[in-house]
T-cell receptor
Framework: DSGVTQTPKHLITATGQRVTLRCSPR?????VYWYQQSLDQGLQFLIQ???????AKGNILERFSAQQFPDLHSELNLSSLELGDSALYFCASSVSSLDSPLHFGNGTRLTVT | KNQVEQSPQSLIILEGKNCTLQ??????????LRWYKQDTGRGPVSLTIMTFSENTKSNGRYTATLDADTKQSSLHITASQLSDSASYIC????????????FGRGTSLIVHP
């Protein structure tokens, strides 16, 4: 058990809708990362937060947004969903953004129909 | 552009056999390289970390090597077990900047009895 909790585990929704994915990082970890993993694709970095502040952005679409709250949990909001947004969304946390390992949750599987 | 290339894309071996997975990277300057194991439907888990000055590191039946001059790493699995069936992902972290690691697309390993 990595200590990172993601909810929900599965999400099925229709095109055009909006969903929110939630992540609780490992106790003591200040950094939270969001990744997207499409079928047979590698993990694509979306965004990183450190202690409530946005630290780095990857290939995150404008339809997607995220935030990290004072209790350090994070939410990833996906809006105007398209079929191509169907993927596994992983949250990871680490102590810092340097050479600490990333501890991953088990992901939220999003299916857009 | 920072890139991490892994080979082979997939590999099938018999239980008890050894195998070696390859990783080439262009990330520069380089901080560290990690190998992660991702079981189907689960988040990746860190197996090893290697820094610039390290050539070899072992974790049980897993042995990682690093040649920082040629920017190549390998992961050798000895006496494979059915539970080794997973995707193995090479992740390289830069020194400086946003410190965001670059993920390879992974090698899918299937161990048959």
């Amino acid at each position: 058990d990595s200590g990172v909790t993601q909810t929900p585990k599965h999400l099925i929704t229709a095109t055009g809708q909006r969903v929110t994915l939630r992540c609780s990082p490992r106790s003591g970890d200040l950094s939270v990362y969001w990744y997207q993993q499409s079928l047979d694709q590698g993990l694509q970095f979306l965004i990183q937060y450190y202690n409530g502040e946005e630290r780095a952005k990857g290939n995150i679409l404008e339809r997607f947004s995220a935030q990290q709250f004072p209790d350090l949990h994070s939410e990833l909001n996906l809006s105007s969903l398209e079929l191509g947004d169907s993927a596994l969304y992983f949250c990871a946390s680490s102590v810092s953004s340097l050479d600490s390992p990333l501890h991953f949750g088990n992901g939220t599987r999003l299916t857009v129909t | 552009k920072n890139q991490v290339e892994q080979s082979p894309q997939s590999l099938i071996i018999l239980e008890g056999k050894n195998c070696t997975l390859q990783c080439n990277y262009t990330v520069s300057p380089f901080s560290n390289l990690r190998w992660y194991k991702q079981d189907t439907g689960r988040g990746p888990v860190s197996l090893t970390i290697m820094t610039f000055s390290e050539n070899t590191k072992s974790n049980g039946r897993y042995t990682a090597t690093l040649d920082a001059d040629t920017k190549q790493s390998s992961l050798h699995i000895t006496a494979s077990q059915l539970s080794d069936s997973a995707s193995y992902i090479c992740v390289v972290s830069p020194l400086g900047g946003s410190y965001i690691p670059t993920f390879g697309r992974g090698t899918s390993l299937i161990v048959h009895p």
